[in-house]
């Protein structure tokens, strides 16, 4: 897998961990009061030494999966070739290929062109040839 490839990959990766993290976050949230106007919360599991437990390690290991995914993007960005001579040198490359992508297009368009010219006369050959055939064998 190319380089580009794998930073869309491990970009889709971080994605899918930030959003099941801020997903978890939310699911497992204690219901807080907004307001003196607002009833109280209903209470919540009753093995809650347990859930207090899980709700203290789940955010620490995705944020730990969070960041090792971001490290892992960082070191495929540090291992992305360095472009030389520049900016100047990469838009001149860039009018080079676009040159040189010009300059085949118009080969192709040419060829293009030729062949629907071929194609042309190769129809009319054989409609030529089936009208001939269909007049020589005209029923009397």
Do not use: W
């Not at 070191?75 to 001579?85: F, H």
């Not at 297009?105 to 040839?129: N, P, R, T």
């Amino acid at each position: 897998m190319d380089i580009i490839s794998q930073l869309q990959e491990q970009v889709n990766t971080i994605a899918a961990l930030a959003f099941n993290t801020i997903g978890t976050l939310q699911r497992d949230a204690p219901p807080v009061r907004l307001s003196p106007n607002y009833p109280e919360p209903p209470p919540t599991a009753t093995n809650a030494a347990e859930d207090a437990a899980n709700l203290a390690e789940q955010p620490q290991l995705m944020s730990a999966a969070l960041v090792k995914a971001a490290k892992q993007f960082d070191s495929l960005v540090a291992a992305l070739p360095l472009t030389e001579g520049g900016e100047e040198a990469q838009l001149k490359r860039i009018a080079e290929l676009q040159a040189e992508n010009d300059a085949i297009g118009q080969e192709l368009q040419k060829q293009l062109e030729a062949a629907e010219k071929e194609h042309k006369q190769v129809q009319e050959l054989f409609s030529q040839a089936t009208d001939d055939c269909l007049n020589l064998k005209r029923p009397d």
